[in-house]
């Protein structure tokens, strides 16, 4: 860090130490204090950078300009620093060629590819707010998300899967088949006005990505040196969205020194180096892709390697292979599919030796698997939520492999950890309560929704996570269940209240309930229970057939079951836990024992 900070001008704070890799619990008056992660063996202090490219650009281009910064696979991309830094100087001065200023909208809709990469570290540099739209998003939830923010331009792919994404913004904004690129006057997108898409064909109304670069002259790069004395490590630098629970999407608004500090920290928990060489098949629009995975290399000097635009095994596995992978990411889905893959034994996989795994529960048979089968012998399970950057807890190479596939191992450097009852009070080692965090990595709030945001982190500080976990004697934290009914699906946070929003558009639907059952490819499926209105027929297939191309393909119900009423409390709540289990019974489904 010292050579850095000489090399880059990166000011380091000095916080507090402790000795241990991650502060055992400690009893006071038979209760456990919050636990600390600062300590003296895994840091200085946090980085309080002036972006993401400050560091990862030009430290990583001074000191690594000839290694290999990004590879991607399917578009015979190979970058080295000095490369990729100058790609991201280029696009950046030609945001500011589009009138853009700092603190303004950008967001991104686009699967895996090396132009979301320079868009990251291009949109941070010009003290933009990169907002990542989900690549699964449909009609609705893109108005929804592009209005949320009052985003001013728009980075679109030309589509992904069964997804045409220029189709989809014509349809919103008709208005732009009929304008000049950058003038878009649009009712249903009113902040709207520059469309930039990706490839080489041209779209009426959009600019294309290629000619970003080429636009800018003296004037934006002089602008772009005033902004290295004008941001701030602490100024908003991106947006993602989460499923909210009053129905709608929240935008959790996240800074520099948020996602610099939790990539720093994860890769000092995997023990990366220039080195080493990620495989990184997890979508960039989460933050297990571009804050773990880009941001993480970024700060290392280690090279970033995409597989695919979208998941794939094979071509995961094939990349590990080619490009000598040393760590690899996934959900458990993921590595359930590269590990089941009828080709699996055929490629060599000895260059790996640690990655993470993380985005929802990890069976600890398939933790086994990873650590033997794939010579991840040093694989880490990362616990978090986008709203903490996201990473909280991590597991070590120097943990007992009992303690990996039992735990989501001990809090990260400078995160503060509680658990606490009902009454908010800090509970004993053991005991299971609402994991509570405070520290570096908590989101500024809910990009417009103060109250939400009110709601989520209160005045001290403290993040409600809405997970009931254990912490044991030794700071070993065992996320044992959900006090939200939020849904995990193979790695992708559901609210069902979302879901059940929608629902209610439906014609012949009175009322509905939507809850997560076990699965054992997903981890968890949706089951939505409904009453239809008096005299109304339906079925499973008409319903699926109503939400299929409005909300996401991972949001729609794979059950569905068809009720006169829900079973409820005396006060008329709607208890859901007797639904799950009436559902578990009913499909004879099982749950898994996870971490």
């Known amino acids: 860090l010292d050579a850095q900070a000489d090399a880059g001008g990166v000011n380091l704070f000095i916080g507090g130490s402790r000795t241990e890799l991650a502060t055992a619990a400690h009893k006071a008056g038979g209760r456990t204090r919050a636990l600390s992660g600062d300590h003296e063996e895994a840091v200085v202090g946090l980085i309080l950078s002036l972006g993401p490219v400050e560091l990862g650009g030009q430290i990583s281009a001074e000191r690594y300009g000839d290694r290999d910064a990004l590879i991607v696979c399917h578009q015979n991309v190979r970058w080295s620093y000095g490369e990729m830094k100058r790609q991201v100087d280029s696009l950046a001065a030609g945001l500011l060629t589009l009138g853009l200023e700092p603190g303004d909208c950008i967001s991104i809709w686009s699967p895996n590819n090396s132009e979301w990469a320079l868009c990251q570290f ?158 990184i098949p997890v979508p960039l629009y989460h933050c297990f892709g571009m804050v773990m995975g880009n941001m993480m290399c970024a700060a290392y000097g280690a090279a970033m390697i995409y597989p695919s635009e979208g998941f794939d095994p094979l071509e995961v596995l094939r990349a590990v292979e080619t490009e000598r992978c040393t760590a690899l990411y996934g959900v458990p889905t993921m590595f359930i599919a590269e590990l089941d893959h009828p080709e699996f034994s055929n490629f060599d996989l000895s260059s790996l030796r640690t990655g993470t795994m993380a985005g929802s529960p990890c069976p600890t048979e398939v933790m086994k698997r990873v650590i033997g089968d794939m010579n991840m012998k040093e694989v880490t399970i990362a616990y978090g939520m986008t709203e903490t950057s996201p990473v909280s807890f991590q597991s070590s190479a120097a943990d007992s492999i009992e303690r990996r596939v039992s735990t989501v191992g001990r809090v990260h450097p400078h995160i503060e950890v509680k658990i606490i009852d009902e009454g908010g009070h800090i509970v004993a080692p053991g005991i299971p309560g609402e994991l509570m965090t405070r520290g570096y990595s908590v989101m500024l709030g809910y990009w417009n929704d103060p109250e939400i945001t009110t709601e989520a982190i209160d005045a001290a500080g403290w993040m409600h996570t809405g997970d009931q976990a254990t912490i044991d004697e030794e700071g070993f934290c065992k996320i044992v269940g959900r006090i939200k009914d939020m849904v995990i699906r193979g790695g992708e946070n559901v609210y069902p209240r979302e879901i059940e929003e929608f629902l209610h558009r439906h014609p012949k639907v009175q009322d509905v309930q939507v809850i997560g059952v076990p699965d054992e490819k997903y981890g968890e499926e949706l089951c939505a229970w409904i009453c239809l209105k008096e005299g109304e027929h339906s079925n499973t297939e008409e319903i699926r057939a109503f939400c299929k191309g409005q909300i996401a393909h991972y949001k729609i119900p794979l059950y569905v079951r068809f009720v006169d009423e829900f079973p409820m409390t005396i006060t008329g709540k709607v208890q859901k836990f007797k639904m799950r289990e009436a559902m578990i019974s009913e499909l004879s489904l099982g749950e898994r024992e996870t971490a």
């Open 122 to 279: 291009a949109s941070a540099k010009a003290g933009l707010i990169l907002v990542n739209i989900n690549p699964a998003y449909r009609l609705s939830e893109l108005e929804y998300a592009l209005n949320k923010v009052e985003c001013t331009a728009l980075i679109s792919a030309e589509s992904f899967k069964s997804s045409h994404y220029l189709d989809m913004i014509s349809e919103l904004a008709p208005e732009i088949r009929q304008c000049a690129p950058g003038t878009l006057k649009s009712e249903k997108l009113p902040h709207l006005k520059t469309v930039i898409r990706l490839g080489e064909e041209k779209s009426t109304g959009m600019l294309n990505f290629s000619e970003l670069a080429v636009r800018a002259g003296v004037k934006e790069r002089q602008r772009l040196e005033e902004l290295k004395n004008e941001l701030q490590f602490d100024d908003a630098v991106n947006i993602q969205f989460t499923s909210g629970t009053t129905g709608f999407p929240k935008g959790a608004t996240l800074t520099h020194h948020n996602i610099l500090n939790n990539g720093f920290f994860n890769g000092r928990a995997l023990g990366l180096t220039e080195n080493d060489r990620v495989c």
